[in-house]
């Protein structure tokens, strides 16, 4: 509980599109908060969306608001990530992450981690 996979990741140039995504086994998928996060290179990792356990409420990070979509399918244990009007900063090694207790924007909150997909915004 739980183990994580993400896919989606890969080359795309400015102002394009990816769809990121985490399947989660394992585990309870519905029990958990949902997060992503990335890491660039020589970077702390930082906060980029999050999601409640039903999908209620959802939290993103000033630097995506707008851009970015997280959303789950509890039937499928899977959890999105929908980026939009990509821009070269946010070129990174995108994770999800699973939350047993809280919704939350703070990584060491965080229980379970993918090992991440890269995301490389480039013309």
Request: glycine share 10%; charged share 20%; hydrophobic share 35%.
């Amino acid at each position: 509980q739980a183990q994580l996979v993400e896919s989606g990741g890969g080359l795309v140039q400015p102002g394009g599109s990816l769809r990121l995504s985490c399947v989660a086994s394992r585990g309870v998928f519905s029990a958990y908060a949902m997060g992503w996060f990335r890491q660039a290179p020589g970077k702390e990792r930082e906060f980029v969306a999050a999601i409640s356990r039903t999908g209620g409420s959802t939290a993103y990070a000033d630097s995506v608001k707008g851009r970015f979509t997280i959303s789950r399918d509890n039937a499928k244990n899977t959890v999105y990530l929908q980026m939009n009007s990509l821009k070269p900063e946010d070129t990174a090694v995108y994770y999800c992450a699973a939350n047993a207790w809280i919704t939350s924007r703070t990584e060491r909150e965080y229980d379970y981690w993918g090992q991440g997909t890269q995301v490389t915004v480039s013309s």
